[in-house]
Nanobody, 128 residues
Framework: QVQLVESGGGLVQAGGSLRLSCAAS????????MGWFRQAPGKEREFVAA????????YSTDSVKGRFTISRVNAKNTVYLQMNSLKPEDTAVYYC?????????????????????WGQGTQVTVSS
Protein backbone atom coordinates (compact mmCIF):
# COMPACT_ATOMS: atom_id res chain seq x y z
CA GLN A 1 0.00 0.00 0.00
CA VAL A 2 1.30 3.43 -0.98
CA GLN A 3 -0.25 6.73 -0.03
CA LEU A 4 0.58 9.79 -2.08
CA VAL A 5 0.14 13.43 -1.08
CA GLU A 6 0.74 16.22 -3.58
CA SER A 7 1.56 19.82 -2.70
CA GLY A 8 2.88 22.95 -4.32
CA GLY A 9 0.01 23.90 -6.59
CA GLY A 10 -1.36 27.41 -6.82
CA LEU A 11 -2.05 30.42 -8.99
CA VAL A 12 0.77 31.80 -11.13
CA GLN A 13 1.03 34.18 -14.06
CA ALA A 14 2.00 32.95 -17.49
CA GLY A 15 5.76 32.59 -17.74
CA GLY A 16 6.09 31.83 -14.06
CA SER A 17 7.23 28.69 -12.26
CA LEU A 18 5.94 26.23 -9.70
CA ARG A 19 7.39 23.12 -8.13
CA LEU A 20 5.04 20.31 -7.26
CA SER A 21 5.97 17.73 -4.66
CA CYS A 22 4.53 14.30 -4.04
CA ALA A 23 5.32 12.61 -0.74
CA ALA A 24 4.87 8.86 -0.60
CA SER A 25 4.37 6.58 2.35
CA UNK A 26 5.81 3.10 2.61
CA UNK A 27 9.22 1.49 2.48
CA UNK A 28 9.23 0.56 -1.19
CA UNK A 29 9.49 4.04 -2.71
CA UNK A 30 12.94 3.34 -4.10
CA UNK A 31 11.56 0.37 -6.05
CA UNK A 32 8.63 2.01 -7.81
CA UNK A 33 8.30 4.29 -10.80
CA MET A 34 6.43 7.56 -10.33
CA GLY A 35 4.42 9.65 -12.71
CA TRP A 36 2.62 12.97 -12.98
CA PHE A 37 -0.66 13.35 -14.83
CA ARG A 38 -3.03 16.28 -15.20
CA GLN A 39 -6.68 16.82 -15.92
CA ALA A 40 -8.18 20.06 -17.13
CA PRO A 41 -11.92 20.78 -16.84
CA GLY A 42 -13.86 18.88 -19.46
CA LYS A 43 -10.82 16.97 -20.63
CA GLU A 44 -9.43 13.51 -20.07
CA ARG A 45 -6.54 12.88 -17.72
CA GLU A 46 -3.28 13.14 -19.63
CA PHE A 47 0.29 12.05 -19.01
CA VAL A 48 2.81 14.73 -18.11
CA ALA A 49 6.04 13.05 -16.96
CA ALA A 50 7.39 9.93 -15.29
CA UNK A 51 10.58 8.71 -13.70
CA UNK A 52 11.94 5.22 -13.12
CA UNK A 53 12.58 3.93 -9.61
CA UNK A 54 16.31 4.61 -9.83
CA UNK A 55 15.80 8.03 -11.36
CA UNK A 56 17.92 6.94 -14.30
CA UNK A 57 15.16 7.20 -16.88
CA UNK A 58 12.62 9.95 -17.35
CA TYR A 59 9.71 10.35 -19.73
CA SER A 60 7.66 13.41 -20.66
CA THR A 61 5.00 14.46 -23.07
CA ASP A 62 6.04 16.70 -25.95
CA SER A 63 4.03 19.70 -24.76
CA VAL A 64 6.13 20.06 -21.59
CA LYS A 65 9.58 19.10 -22.85
CA GLY A 66 12.08 21.84 -22.18
CA ARG A 67 9.76 23.40 -19.59
CA PHE A 68 8.98 20.72 -16.98
CA THR A 69 11.48 18.50 -15.16
CA ILE A 70 10.66 15.45 -13.08
CA SER A 71 13.03 14.33 -10.37
CA ARG A 72 13.02 12.26 -7.19
CA VAL A 73 14.84 11.94 -3.90
CA ASN A 74 14.38 8.38 -2.74
CA ALA A 75 15.81 9.13 0.69
CA LYS A 76 12.91 11.55 1.17
CA ASN A 77 10.24 9.39 -0.48
CA THR A 78 9.45 12.37 -2.67
CA VAL A 79 9.05 13.05 -6.38
CA TYR A 80 9.05 16.56 -7.81
CA LEU A 81 7.76 18.29 -10.91
CA GLN A 82 9.54 21.56 -11.62
CA MET A 83 7.38 23.59 -13.98
CA ASN A 84 8.88 26.60 -15.74
CA SER A 85 7.58 28.91 -18.46
CA LEU A 86 4.03 28.03 -17.50
CA LYS A 87 1.24 28.65 -19.98
CA PRO A 88 -2.51 29.07 -19.46
CA GLU A 89 -3.01 25.70 -21.14
CA ASP A 90 -1.07 24.08 -18.28
CA THR A 91 -3.99 24.86 -15.98
CA ALA A 92 -5.26 21.58 -14.52
CA VAL A 93 -5.41 19.40 -11.47
CA TYR A 94 -2.07 17.60 -11.26
CA TYR A 95 -1.91 14.07 -9.86
CA CYS A 96 1.05 11.96 -8.93
CA UNK A 97 0.87 8.21 -9.30
CA UNK A 98 2.91 5.16 -8.36
CA UNK A 99 3.70 2.15 -10.56
CA UNK A 100 5.15 -1.00 -9.01
CA UNK A 101 7.18 -1.58 -12.17
CA UNK A 102 10.57 -0.05 -11.31
CA UNK A 103 11.59 0.46 -14.95
CA UNK A 104 8.50 0.84 -17.13
CA UNK A 105 8.59 0.96 -20.88
CA UNK A 106 7.69 4.29 -22.43
CA UNK A 107 4.18 3.05 -23.17
CA UNK A 108 3.72 1.88 -19.59
CA UNK A 109 5.10 5.11 -18.16
CA UNK A 110 2.65 7.13 -20.24
CA UNK A 111 -0.40 4.97 -19.57
CA UNK A 112 -2.58 5.85 -16.61
CA UNK A 113 -3.96 2.31 -16.52
CA UNK A 114 -0.55 0.97 -15.50
CA UNK A 115 -0.38 2.96 -12.28
CA UNK A 116 -1.39 1.35 -9.02
CA UNK A 117 -1.86 4.28 -6.65
CA TRP A 118 -2.91 7.90 -7.07
CA GLY A 119 -2.78 11.05 -5.00
CA GLN A 120 -5.71 13.39 -4.45
CA GLY A 121 -4.39 16.04 -6.84
CA THR A 122 -3.26 19.65 -6.56
CA GLN A 123 -4.68 22.54 -8.56
CA VAL A 124 -2.41 24.55 -10.84
CA THR A 125 -3.89 27.69 -12.38
CA VAL A 126 -1.94 29.79 -14.86
CA SER A 127 -3.36 33.21 -15.64
CA SER A 128 -2.72 35.00 -18.91
Amino acid sequence: QVQLVESGGGLVQAGGSLRLSCAASGRTFGKIAMGWFRQAPGKEREFVAAIAASGGSTYSTDSVKGRFTISRVNAKNTVYLQMNSLKPEDTAVYYCAADYRPSPTTAQAMGAIYYDYWGQGTQVTVSS
